[in-house]
């Protein structure tokens, strides 16, 4: 048997993905009688039925199961390859760092700074992530080194500095049962509704009932503000404050960490010398309560 085309596994995680010819051959730009062609040619080549078609319906058989999960690991590690490969030729490179919106506790500015200052420095991208997904930019090649959440982020394969340390606070709606209290403890949250963070193993909330699945603070606030739910969040993830809602600081609940993450083989003097640099911004600052 042959080995896979590259451009043939595209087209059928593509169709995989879509399950519709039509849709798949937008996405990739070509003609759906080419599409049909490659899928064709590739299961004749695999020896193996892919897709059960119909004049109304495309289905994954086993074996496009298979393929499909695999498919995606195969083409993103090609894609990781020739990124750090292309990244390791460049003569001037730059070091890119991932963050959530929001999601530096007003630490970056000190940290750009002190890097800055340094004779090894190089220009600093900086790329925005979603909620869960900074990590994965890290691990799959896309940046350097990330601004993440312990222990809300996935620090598997990942080296890792705490640069803050701070409180969690529960936010509520203002009419909420609890919200007269000056602060709170677990117990208090124990029966209560809280969100389910999309992409989150662990967040060390009390398992109450279960809310609304949100992606982020933003979603989560919109819910609570809705009387749908209530949360717990770092205390710099709950900034600025929302004036329609209430805000107690939760004394038992366990810390959050600010950590600035990097994969666990990269030895680079490029990242080592910004891992330096943040820790020296963030040394002197207090930990938050």
Known sequence: MAD?????LEYFVALAEELHFGHAAARLAIAQPALSKAVRRLESRLGAKLLERSSRHVALTPAGEALL????????????????????????????LVIKPGGDADLLSGILAAYARRPDARQVDILFGGATDRADHVRDGRADVALLYAPFDDMTGLDHETLSVEGRVAILPPDHRLASRTELSLADLAQETLPRW???????????REGPTVTDAAEALQMIRLGRTIALLPRSLAQPMHPDLVYRPVTDAPNSELVLAWSHTDRRPLVAA??????EAAGDAPATA
């Open 4 to 8: 896979l085309e590259t451009r043939e």
């Open 69 to 96: 999960h695999h498919g995606r690991h195969a083409l993103n590690s090609i894609a990781v390859a020739a990124e750090k490969a292309r990244r390791a030729g460049d003569q001037q490179p730059h070091l890119r």
């Open 198 to 208: 999309k992409g989150v193993r662990w967040t060390g909330a009390p398992e109450g």
């Open 274 to 279: 910004f891992v330096a640099a943040a820790v």
